[in-house]
């Protein structure tokens, strides 16, 4: 397996709802990233896990929420997002951690998110 | 603060021309420079280059280092249309302690027309 998968594709949710965003690899990567990217722009880093720890955040607002409970799922859990969080919701897994090396994170196909 | 410049912004060529993509920088503690194609989903990865002069070949596409001007370049030759994309050159440094972080430039937004 060497793929990292993301669920779901597309979501659409209101300003009060909550819901979440997966994110699977089996590659025995390291560390896992969340980044949002919007249309013709690069990704921008939200979170890194480093062995299941939250090592990096990139002063994302509170209602983002990221989880790892293990170190093949990562998490992003929303809440109270505003039209402007819409974007698409990019995860990625890398052998190294960003304590060694950032290079060669391997993306998976992203959530397209959309906040009414 | 790292930074990573790309130029041209977007380009549009014809079926068959040959299209060079800039990336320059300015990095703490250089470690290596990538390349990526982006279409509609995500950015997948093209090349990883971290000595200078040493060229990496994918079928039509090329890339190489030059650390000494802080530059790489990526060559497409006879491009198709299928080579439309947002190229991005993303480089490799430290940011913060010894934590090393994958800058991103803006990207060049390439189309290939017929």
């Known amino acids: 397996d060497t793929e990292v998968t993301q669920t779901p594709k597309h979501l659409v949710m209101g300003m009060t709802n909550k819901k979440s965003l997966k994110c699977e690899q089996h590659m025995g990567h390291r560390a896992m990233y969340w980044y949002k990217q919007k249309a013709k722009k690069p990704p921008e880093l939200m979170f890194v896990y480093s062995y299941e720890k939250l090592s990096i955040n990139e002063s994302v607002p509170s209602r983002f929420s990221p989880e790892c409970p293990n170190s093949s799922l990562l998490n992003l859990h929303l809440h109270a997002l505003q039209p402007e969080d819409s974007a698409l919701y990019l995860c990625?897994?890398?052998?190294?951690?960003?304590?060694?090396?950032?290079?060669?994170?391997?993306f998976g196909p992203g959530t397209r998110l959309t906040v009414l | 603060e790292d930074k990573v410049v790309q130029s041209p912004l977007s380009l549009v060529v014809h079926e068959g021309d040959t299209v060079t993509l800039n990336c320059s920088y300015e990095?703490?503690?250089?470690?290596?420079l990538l390349w990526y194609k982006q279409e509609k989903k995500a950015p997948t990865f093209l090349f990883m280059l971290?000595?200078?002069?040493i060229e990496k070949k994918s079928g039509r596409l090329s890339s190489i280092l030059d650390k000494k001007e802080l530059s790489s370049i990526l060559n497409i030759t006879a491009t198709q249309t299928g080579d439309s994309a947002i190229y991005l050159c993303a480089v490799e440094g430290v940011s913060g302690g010894s934590n090393y972080k994958l800058t991103f430039g803006k990207g060049t937004l390439l189309t290939v027309n017929p």
């Open positions: 990625a897994s890398s052998q190294d951690t960003p304590h060694d090396s950032w290079a060669t994170q391997y």
């Open positions: 971290t000595s200078s002069g």
């Open positions: 990095v703490t503690n250089f470690r290596s």
